[in-house]
């Protein structure tokens, strides 16, 4: 399990988000040093990512970018244009 972030600590929570970013074609050794702004819905009208912080929050323009690679592991930001 994760420690928790120190500010929901006493929660018992977690932040984390989700985000979707559909790529045509998966190239792993591509991927570090880009950025993506998924803007698409999807058909069932949820956004393209949210933030789970003490309540599910919409993210409707992020900007992911990937940062670094190690193995199977990327690090990546996400960021809102808004």
Same mark, same amino acid.
């Given at each position: #399990? ?5 500010? /929901?600590?006493?929660?018992? @929570? /977690? ?5 979707? !970013? %559909?790529?045509? @074609? ?8 880009? /950025?993506?702004?998924? /803007? ?5 009208? %949820? ?6 912080? #003490? %309540?599910?929050?919409?993210? @409707?323009?992020?900007?992911?970018? !990937? ?8 690090? !990546? ?6």
């Amino acid at each position: #399990m994760r420690p928790a972030a120190a500010d /929901t600590e006493e929660l018992d @929570a /977690t932040p984390k988000v989700e985000v979707r !970013v %559909d790529l045509p @074609a998966l190239v792993p050794n591509q991927l570090v040093g880009r /950025t993506y702004r998924p /803007t698409n819905r999807e058909p069932n009208g %949820d956004p393209p990512g949210f933030l789970d912080y #003490m %309540d599910r929050q919409e993210l @409707a323009e992020p900007v992911i970018q !990937v940062l670094a690679r190690d193995g199977n592991v990327f690090v !990546v930001r996400e960021s809102q244009l808004s």
